[in-house]
């Protein structure tokens, strides 16, 4: 199971950003597949993910409303579209994928991608 996230980079505050988490040695809809954060000083946390098979979708609540997640079985890749960005959504952006049901619990994951920094600054 390897994954390798990108797509992060600077944008303005309001602005938008799609992240990409290519996934390779495994079918993508077996597994459950989230996107963490981590900005400095601050425990990582889940802001989104999306089950196996049906692909129901969950979302923390400070990116509810903003961010999607959704996959493409056919690339085997899953993506986060950020819209109306904010500063505080500035950090590393993983992705993880582990067993059938999702959660923001870090731990939860045995399989991680690496980071992708995302800064929304003016």
């Known amino acids: 199971v390897q994954l390798q996230a990108s797509g992060g980079g600077l944008v303005q505050p309001g602005g938008s950003l799609r992240l990409s988490c290519a996934a390779s040695?495994?079918?993508?809809?077996?597994?459950?597949i989230a996107w963490f954060r981590q900005a400095p000083g601050k425990e990582r946390e889940g802001v989104a993910c999306?089950?196996?098979?049906?692909?129901?979708?969950y979302y923390a609540d400070p990116v509810r409303g903003r961010f999607t997640i959704s996959r493409d079985n056919a690339d085997s890749t899953v993506y986060l579209q950020m819209n109306s960005l904010k500063p505080e959504d500035t950090a590393v952006y993983y992705c993880?994928?582990?067993?059938?049901?999702?959660?923001?619990?870090?731990?939860?994951?045995?399989?991680w991608g690496q980071g992708t920094l995302v800064t929304v600054s003016s």
């Open positions: 993880a994928a582990e067993g059938t049901y999702c959660s923001f619990i870090a731990s939860d994951f045995g399989a």
């Open positions: 040695g495994f079918p993508l809809d077996y597994y459950a």
């Open positions: 999306m089950r196996s098979v049906e692909g129901t979708t």
